[in-house]
């Protein structure tokens, strides 16, 4: 099986180990790549995680500022994981791991990071001097890898007088040839302006209501096609409150939609506006199979 290699860097890149990067042609996958104003936290971590594993099993040599947040609390390194997960089957022994440090290495006054500490034991910390002297291995594939992905489009609205930008997805937990296949069905739309309707929820749970958020629904691209914006209800429920609220039905239980859910609020949806969305391109990600 094929052996790779993941460049960590703690922070952003400085010029100089990017340029270092450029030369080397390595793929820098920044975490701005995948941020999503329409997420609760401005950031769609599944996203992020899946396009690393995707980007790795196509055999490029990826490289990842901010490595310091793959660290669990315990030390633990979450993107091992996330990489046997997500590129069936490997292991980790398939993964080197090669933190690149700026930190003075031989200076005993300079306190190691967590990161640094981290990399010493399971993979290596070089200089970014040495980096640069560094022949990156090549990462040869005997075959593809039998991934499992999830992709859509990618859109901008505004809402509220601010720029939304968020994603709609178009299949989900299927094959990668799939997935190009889908790509090219909707390559007509990317560039595209289509209206879109902002329906908002709100939740009652008998003692008060609260905002559910928002879900913009764009029915030129679907009877249930939408845009999920920061809802306090599962975003996979999005397409099947549409189906309600296309049925007329404004007012309705949680369980409904989901029978397992714990709890059973009430939940009032109603149109409170349009906006125009713009399809802005498409997204791949690699889904989790274990």
Wanted: aromatic residues 8%; hydrophobic residues 35%; glycine residues 6%.
């Amino acid at each position: 099986m094929a052996q790779h290699t993941v460049i960590l860097v703690s922070g952003q890149l400085s010029p100089a180990l990017k340029t270092v990067c450029d030369t080397k042609h390595l793929l820098v996958v920044d975490k701005v790549s995948t941020y999503e104003s329409a997420s609760e936290n401005l950031f769609n971590g599944s996203k992020y995680d899946g396009t690393v594993c995707l980007k790795v099993a196509e055999g490029n040599t990826v490289v990842l500022p901010n490595a310091e947040d793959f660290l669990t609390k315990k030390g633990n390194m979450q993107l091992t994981y996330n990489l046997t997960a997500r590129v069936p089957p490997t292991k980790n022994e398939n993964y080197q791991f090669i933190l690149v440090s700026e930190n003075p290495l031989y200076e005993p006054k300079v306190k190691e990071t967590p990161l640094e500490t981290w990399a010493r034991v399971h993979g290596k910390v070089i200089s970014v001097k040495e980096f640069t002297a560094f022949e990156v291995p090549k990462t040869t594939l005997e075959k593809p890898y039998d991934l499992k992905v999830t992709s859509g489009l990618l859109t901008s609205h505004k809402q509220n007088g601010n720029d939304v930008t968020g994603h709609m997805t178009r299949n989900f937990n299927v094959a990668l040839s799939d997935s190009k296949s889908a790509h090219e069905n909707n390559a007509m739309y990317i560039g595209q302006k289509y209206p879109g309707q902002i329906i908002k929820l709100t939740i009652d749970d008998g003692k008060s209501e609260k905002d559910g958020g928002h879900i913009i629904m764009i029915k030129d691209l679907g009877e249930t096609a939408h845009v999920t914006v920061r809802t306090s209800i599962k975003a996979f429920l999005s397409g099947l409150v549409l189906e309600k609220y296309n049925a007329g039905t404004l007012e309705f239980n949680l369980q409904e939609i989901e029978p397992s859910a714990k709890q059973n609020p009430k939940i009032k949806v109603s149109k409170v506006g349009d906006t125009e969305v713009t399809v802005t391109g498409w997204y791949t990600y690699a889904l989790e199979q274990k």
